[in-house]
């Protein structure tokens, strides 16, 4: 059985059309390529999905339950297509923050509390 090797392929970001060269198997799909090149490109909708997916990760390892990670996710997305202007979300002892700042950057930001709290 031949072992396939990965090699340089060119690929168009998904957000901005520019050709970049990734690191590609010959097998991916034109969607694994796009990925790709999605990790590299440096154009604004690029940021924005790598910011999304580093966020995605630490719900995920975080709440390990798809529902409340997509909703957070959801969260995200609304206030950076500007439907909200800010969100906080409590899950037991980690608190996520998240809003824009003056540039339409989304922030997002993530605190774990300590804290016990007695309520009788």
């Given at each position: 059985?031949?072992?396939?090797?990965?090699?340089?392929?060119?690929?168009?970001?998904?957000?901005?059309?520019?050709?970049?060269?990734?690191?590609?198997?010959?097998?991916?799909?034109?969607?694994?390529?796009?990925?790709?090149?999605?990790?590299?490109?440096?154009?604004?909708?690029?940021?924005?999905?790598?910011?999304?997916?580093?966020?995605?990760?630490?719900?995920?390892?975080?709440?390990?339950?798809?529902?409340?990670?997509?909703?957070?996710?959801?969260?995200?997305?609304?206030?950076?297509?500007?439907?909200?202007?800010?969100?906080?979300?409590?899950?037991?002892?980690?608190?996520?923050?998240?809003?824009?700042?003056?540039?339409?950057?989304?922030?997002?930001?993530?605190?774990?509390?300590?804290?016990?709290?007695?309520v009788i």
């Amino acid at each position: 059985m031949e072992q396939m090797e990965k090699r340089m392929i060119t690929a168009d970001c998904p957000f901005c059309q520019s050709s970049i060269m990734v690191e590609a198997m010959d097998d991916e799909t034109p969607e694994q390529l796009a990925a790709s090149a999605a990790m590299v490109c440096r154009c604004q909708g690029a940021v924005d999905y790598r910011r999304t997916q580093k966020i995605r990760e630490m719900l995920v390892n975080d709440l390990q339950n798809r529902d409340a990670v997509n909703g957070v996710t959801d969260l995200v997305n609304l206030i950076k297509n500007d439907k909200l202007d800010k969100a906080t979300v409590k899950f037991e002892k980690i608190t996520y923050s998240i809003s824009k700042n003056a540039e339409g950057i989304v922030k997002f930001k993530r605190t774990v509390s300590d804290k016990e709290e007695m309520v009788i």
